[in-house]
């Protein structure tokens, strides 16, 4: 990711990585692909989802706030 665009993260698999190739994923799909996981939604039908460097598909859980600090859902 460049320096002017933000970066997004998961801590799915206990470890947290960063996210690139956002895109939102539909509510249905997410909650079943990550039962249980809130993620941060794109809007009322689409929650966020991304690639990790490996290219593992992840939810995006957390999110950096204006003052840089990491939030999560």
Same mark, same amino acid.
């Given at each position: 990711?460049?320096?002017?665009?933000?970066?997004?993260? /998961?801590?799915?698999?206990?470890?947290?990585? !960063?996210?690139?190739? &956002?895109? *939102?994923?539909?509510? %249905?799909?997410?909650?079943?692909?990550?039962?249980?996981?809130?993620?941060?939604?794109?809007?009322? /039908?689409?929650?966020?989802?991304?690639?990790? !460097?490996?290219?593992? &598909?992840? *939810?995006?859980?957390? %999110?950096?706030?204006?003052?840089?600090?990491?939030?999560?859902?």
């Amino acid at each position: 990711m460049t320096a002017d665009t933000e970066h997004y993260f /998961s801590d799915f698999n206990g470890a947290l990585e !960063e996210l690139d190739q &956002l895109f *939102p994923m539909p509510v %249905k799909e997410f909650e079943q692909r990550w039962p249980g996981v809130r993620g941060f939604r794109n809007d009322c /039908s689409r929650k966020w989802a991304g690639r990790s !460097e490996s290219g593992e &598909l992840l *939810p995006v859980t957390h %999110k950096p706030t204006q003052s840089g600090r990491l939030t999560s859902e």
